[in-house]
């Protein structure tokens, strides 16, 4: 079993950034591919970023220029930069780590609880 903890998120004016980080414990891989969904009220999870074990990084269409995913093997811990957070960013966000990644919420088998950013205007 893989344990995920997302922390860093928080409320803060549109402009403005934020830093999620993710730790990893137990039975952990470097092969994982690591993902940020969100899930804003009233709508489905989507895919924001990943990153694979291989340091491909791929983004949703709509954060591509303001978040950035990294990863830190040694520390069991991924990132995800938020700049120029707009109104729209606002949900509830969730790490994932999973053997086949990609896009979908189906290629992640492990799940964070997941932490709120409110972007206010």
């Known amino acids: 079993q893989v344990q995920l903890v997302e922390s860093g998120g928080g409320l803060v004016q549109a402009g403005g950034s934020l830093r999620l980080s993710c730790a990893a414990s137990?039975?952990?891989?470097?092969?994982?591919?690591m993902a940020w969904f969100r899930q804003a009220p009233g709508k489905e999870r989507e895919f924001v970023a990943r990153?694979?074990?291989?340091?491909?990084?791929f983004y949703k269409d709509s954060v591509k220029g303001r978040f950035t995913i990294s990863r830190d093997n040694a520390k069991n811990t991924v990132y995800l930069q938020m700049n120029v957070l707009e109104l729209e960013d606002t949900a509830v966000y969730y790490c994932?780590?999973?053997?086949?990644?990609?896009?979908?919420?189906?290629?992640?088998?492990?799940w964070g609880q997941g932490t709120q950013v409110t972007v206010s205007s």
């Open positions: 137990g039975r952990t891989s470097s092969t994982y591919s």
């Open positions: 994932a780590a999973g053997s086949r990644g990609g896009e979908s919420a189906l290629g992640y088998e492990y």
């Open positions: 990153i694979t074990w291989m340091g491909r990084l």
